[in-house]
């Protein structure tokens, strides 16, 4: 199972961005996807979450009505839509898939990409 991360770049304070996560080596069907972001010295934290199949989203308070979660099920392609970034935004982010699961919980998330930094400047 690979999960590819991409998308990440240096933007200002009030611009977009939008991740990727190019997921590959198994069928995805039963799985959610996360969205997941650390900064150095401070734990990992949840982003946002989606089912592979229907579609349903979670989303921390941190992100709601600025990031937008969705997938392409044709291209194995979950995005992470930003908007109004915020210095306080900046991190590594990280995608992550989950049997079933599209919550907060990092330890439900089995499969997981490698990083893309995101800064955000003021």
């Known amino acids: 199972v690979q999960l590819q991360a991409s998308g990440g770049g240096l933007v200002q304070a009030g611009d977009s961005l939008r991740l990727s996560c190019l997921a590959s080596g198994r069928t995805f069907s039963s799985y959610g996807m996360g969205w997941f972001r650390q900064v150095p010295g401070k734990e990992r934290e949840f982003v946002a979450g989606?089912?592979?199949?229907?579609?349903?989203?979670n989303y921390a308070d941190s992100v709601k009505g600025r990031f937008t979660i969705s997938r392409d099920i044709s291209k194995n392609t979950v995005y992470l839509q930003m908007g109004n970034l915020k210095p306080e935004d900046t991190a590594v982010y990280y995608c992550?898939?989950?049997?079933?699961?599209?919550?907060?919980?990092?330890?439900?998330?089995?499969?997981w990409g490698q990083g893309t930094l995101v800064t955000v400047s003021s």
């Open positions: 992550a898939a989950g049997p079933g699961y599209t919550g907060n919980n990092e330890r439900r998330y089995v499969h």
């Open positions: 989606i089912s592979w199949i229907g579609g349903s989203t």
